[in-house]
Nanobody, 129 residues
Framework: QVQLVESGGGLVQAGGSLRLSCAASGRTFSAYVMGWFRQGPGKEREFVAA????????YYPDSVKGRFTISRANAKNTVYLQLNSLKPEDTAVYSC??????????????????????WGQGTQVTVSS
């Protein structure tokens, strides 16, 4: 089992940047596929980024590709999400998630909410226009 705690959210102007962190405790961090999701006001939870156990591969939806970057430091038990060129529509609660199963498991890929077993509480990101 793993516990996840996000930090780094805040209020930023459009065009600005933030760096979110997700600190993990518990089992060996490198055994987990890690993902980031967000949920805006009145919206469903949306996939933002994912990385494989080694960090060698990363995945993004078109809505954030080229602006957001996921990375991980396994020695620090931490996954990061760099948010650049932020837009008001990026306003949401950002949550990290973890799963210690293969990249395709239970009929789901890491782009899906249903793939993940462990979730953090989230950190608020607000982008003003």
């Amino acid at each position: 089992q793993v516990q996840l705690v996000e930090s780094g959210g805040g209020l930023v102007q459009a065009g600005g940047s933030l760096r979110l962190s997700c600190a993990a405790s518990g089992r060996t961090f490198s055994a987990y596929v890690m993902g980031w999701f967000r949920q805006g006001p009145g919206k469903e939870r949306e996939f933002v980024a994912a990385t494989t156990m080694s960090g060698g591969n990363t995945y993004y939806p078109d809505s954030v590709k080229g602006r957001f970057t996921i990375s991980r430091a396994n020695a620090k038990n931490t996954v990061y999400l760099q948010l650049n060129s932020l837009k008001p529509e990026d306003t949401a609660v950002y949550s990290c998630a973890a799963q210690d199963r293969p990249f395709y498991s239970g009929g789901f890929y890491p782009y899906s909410v249903d793939y993940y077993a462990y979730w953090g509480q989230g950190t608020q990101v607000t982008v003003s226009s």
